[in-house]
């Protein structure tokens, strides 16, 4: 099985990498050998992330990009294939958020969310391709529940990566005939994420929405990290247009619980 999993020499290119979910992701891939490119807007952020990431005792770089501006996205992209050449996995992960009701949500806080989640994806994944290995490349994108969830004070989000998910599946189309496999991955709720610690605040609030994880638990970053491993392995080389949650089961809704209401006679 290791084998399927080394990405000895191989490129991995992370939008948003410079933390939480994204920064795990680009651990995981230079923990199996990957050289590692990142993209964030914070130079400082982002040059602490890749002395993380070099501490796996891989190759990493890391430029200050805005997946909101075009120009900077294909400098960053340039740079790392003429470093490295083709880009052998691309994931894209920025993403903006904060919990608004829709009537007390500014239209430029509207459109900010729109702006980094699904317009950065689209120019992050429509200004790679001409550096993505082909055939061969993955290129996941990290969408959330939100994007099949109606979720109240997340109607950006919703809006946001319900595009992200449709623009996965459009993509798996157009690029198939390049060999190219375009994915999402849905985390569920991740332990020690900016998401976790803005919409989960307490501990009555965490206790509560645990109950509506069939695993009973959050999920790590390296859960997704090892799913992000995965569908850019050969083992899921027939694998292209699927989103995927990675959330121990969450987005199952947790069913109906009659037990609360009914008394079932025991077995005889």
């Given at each position: 099985?290791?084998?399927f999993?080394?990405f000895q020499?191989?490129t991995?290119f992370?939008?948003?990498?410079?933390?939480g979910?994204?920064?795990?992701?680009?651990?995981?891939?230079?923990?199996?050998?990957?050289?590692?490119a990142?993209?964030?807007?914070?130079?400082?952020r982002?040059?602490a992330?890749?002395?993380?990431?070099?501490?796996?005792?891989?190759?990493?770089?890391g430029i200050?990009?805005d997946?909101?501006?075009?120009e900077?996205?294909?400098?960053a992209?340039?740079t790392?294939?003429?470093?490295?050449?083709?880009?052998?996995?691309?994931?894209s992960?920025a993403?903006?958020?904060f919990?608004?009701?829709?009537?007390?949500?500014?239209p430029?806080?509207?459109?900010t969310?729109?702006?980094?989640?699904?317009?950065?994806?689209?120019?992050?994944?429509?200004?790679?391709?001409?550096?993505?290995?082909?055939p061969?490349?993955?290129?996941?994108n990290i969408?959330?529940?939100?994007?099949?969830v109606?979720?109240?004070?997340?109607?950006?989000?919703?809006?946001a990566?319900?595009g992200v998910d449709?623009?996965?599946?459009v993509?798996?189309i157009?690029?198939?005939?390049?060999g190219?496999?375009?994915?999402?991955?849905?985390?569920?709720?991740?332990?020690?994420?900016?998401?976790?610690?803005r919409?989960?605040p307490?501990?009555?609030?965490?206790d509560?929405?645990?109950?509506?994880?069939p695993?009973?638990r959050?999920?790590?970053?390296?859960?997704i990290?090892?799913?992000?491993?995965?569908?850019?392995?050969?083992?899921?080389?027939?694998?292209?247009g699927?989103v995927?949650p990675?959330?121990g089961?969450r987005?199952?809704?947790g069913g109906?619980?009659l037990s609360?209401?009914?008394?079932?006679k025991?077995s005889?």
């Open positions: 099985m290791d084998e999993l080394d020499g191989r991995v992370v939008a948003g990498g410079s933390s979910i994204n920064l795990g992701i680009a651990e995981g891939f230079a923990a199996r050998g990957a050289r590692l990142i993209i964030s807007r914070s130079q400082e982002v040059d992330a890749v002395r993380q990431l070099q501490a796996h005792g891989g190759e990493a770089i200050a990009a997946v909101r501006n075009p900077a996205v294909e400098q992209l340039s790392v294939h003429g470093k490295w050449g083709a880009i052998d996995v691309l994931v992960g993403a903006g958020n919990p608004a009701a829709a009537l007390g949500m500014s430029n806080g509207f459109r969310v729109v702006d980094i989640d699904l317009n950065g994806t689209f120019n992050v994944l429509r200004l790679a391709h001409q550096y993505l290995k082909r061969g490349a993955s290129v996941i969408s959330a529940p939100q994007s099949y109606p979720t109240k004070y997340q109607a950006h989000v919703c809006a990566k319900a449709m623009l996965t599946r993509l798996a157009e690029w198939g005939g390049d190219i496999r375009v994915n999402s991955i849905v985390p569920g709720p991740i332990e020690g994420t900016e998401g976790i610690r919409l989960v307490t501990q009555d609030a965490m509560r929405m645990l109950k509506t994880v695993l009973g959050l999920g790590t970053k390296g859960d990290a090892n799913m992000a491993l995965f569908l850019s392995s050969p083992l899921c080389s027939y694998v292209t699927a995927i990675v959330d089961g987005s199952l809704g109906s619980d609360a209401a009914v008394t079932f025991e005889e």
